[in-house]
């Protein structure tokens, strides 16, 4: 099913709804959903290499996590949402594509609590082969350094994936491709080096990768496993916080995400890095690493 161009509300395909599979174009909720207007949403990007999906309970378990900082509990066990997953990927005959599973409050009570609203979930999986363009991945891409900032985590909660928390992050985006550029690096309140609109962040300098400390926008599942790959290679991770002047130190960078998985950076506003071995290497482990272990072998 090759669906590119085709407008999400618009394409083939079976939606999991609640507990059923409903048609693509009918997956539908009201206007006046909570979720929509109050930001009572959580989610999570997923990906399935060769039909298996990766860490698919620890997205689970996040997705109920993200939940419950927003005051609502998934009416579905992380055992339930990972069958319901594996099957929306089978119902749609993909064994290499994008799962978004998505839970948001309803429609029963309009304002700014909703106690009593129903909860509901979905899943819907697409192909996706790169979140970025495959000429730009080779180059290194372009970044820019966006205006907005990651909030204080006493204002957010800021270890939710939450919908609500990447209003900034779409609008530095979009500020960033009118501009010329494939993303934007974030700073965060205290002007860190915090992290891309949707996607952690690591610099290389003297064979020792550094990466900002998580303790203001979301810890990536794929920021941890590149982690783990690294120091299992024998390559030293610092985590801690970068200020940008350092950023004309180091001489390597890339980006990690499920999207983006180990996507490499050419620059970052008037800083320029070379994609070579360490970037390299990652890239090709985190490849192995994805893959069904039989297909690996």
Request: hydrophobic share 40%; aromatic share 10%; with cysteine.
């Amino acid at each position: 099913m090759s669906a590119q161009g085709v407008p999400f509300d618009q394409r083939d395909g079976w939606i999991w709804y609640d507990g059923v599979f409903v048609p693509w174009a009918d997956a539908k909720l009201h206007v006046l959903s909570h979720g929509l207007h109050y930001g009572s949403t959580v989610f999570e990007g997923e990906r399935a290499y060769g039909g298996e999906i990766f860490k698919s309970a620890e997205h689970s378990e996040r997705l109920r996590l993200s939940a419950e900082m927003l005051d609502f509990t998934i009416p579905y066990t992380i055992g339930e949402i990972d069958a319901a997953k594996k099957a929306t990927l089978e119902k749609n005959g993909l064994v290499d594509a994008y799962i978004r599973p998505v839970a948001w409050r309803g429609s029963e009570m309009m304002g700014v609590a909703a106690q009593k609203n129903t909860i509901h979930l979905a899943i819907g999986v697409w192909e996706w082969p790169s979140y970025f363009d495959p000429e730009q991945r080779l180059k290194g891409l372009r970044l820019d350094l966006s205006e907005w900032r990651r909030p204080d985590p006493a204002t957010i909660p800021c270890r939710a994936k939450a919908a609500g928390l990447y209003m900034i992050c779409t609008i530095s985006k979009h500020r960033a491709e009118r501009r010329g550029f494939a993303d934007a690096l974030m700073l965060d309140y205290r002007g860190y080096v915090a992290e891309c609109t949707g996607a952690n962040v690591f610099f290389v300098k003297d064979g020792v990768i550094h990466t900002p400390t998580p303790d203001c926008f979301l810890d990536g599942l794929t920021r941890r496993t590149v982690i783990d790959i690294a120091r299992r290679h024998g390559i030293e991770v610092v985590e801690r916080h970068i200020k940008p002047e350092e950023l004309a130190d180091f001489s390597e960078c890339f980006i990690t995400g499920t999207a983006a998985e180990v996507t490499p950076v050419g620059s970052i506003a008037d800083w320029t890095f070379t994609p070579s071995g360490i970037t390299h290497q990652l890239m090709d482990s985190y490849s192995a690493e994805v893959r069904p272990k039989q297909q690996a072998a």
